[in-house]
Nanobody
């Protein structure tokens, strides 16, 4: 499956952004999905994840209550709604897919990656 992430940009602190990740080339509903992020000099970290049927969701502690992950299998798209953004949320955000029912938290379990979209939170 090929993944195309979009929706990043510059936003002020406490603002909102919605990231999208459009999948193509395979049956999207067969894939569990995740969002990761990376800043320069740091390892990539998981932000949120969702099972292929949206039955289970995961959020990293640092985004709980602020971010929401969702998917629309009919539109082959996974979303990350980001509210109350903080400067420390500045990063390149990546969507990732694994052909399985359940998500995992390990980067190495995901075979397919989008190109990344930059989110900058600054006044």
């Amino acid at each position: 499956v090929q993944l195309q992430a979009s929706g990043g940009g510059l936003v002020q602190p406490w603002g909102s952004l919605r990231l999208s990740c459009l999948a193509s080339g395979s049956t999207f509903s067969l894939y569990a999905m995740a969002w990761f992020r990376q800043t320069p000099g740091k390892e990539r970290e998981i932000v949120a994840a969702i099972d292929k049927g949206s039955d289970r969701l995961y959020y990293a502690d640092f985004v709980k209550g602020r971010f929401t992950v969702s998917r629309d299998n009919a539109k082959n798209t996974v979303f990350l709604q980001m509210n109350s953004l903080k400067p420390e949320d500045t990063a390149v955000y990546y969507c990732a897919a694994r052909q399985a029912t359940f998500y995992t938290l390990r980067e190495s379990d995901y075979d397919n990656w989008g190109q990344g979209t930059l989110v900058t939170v600054s006044s």
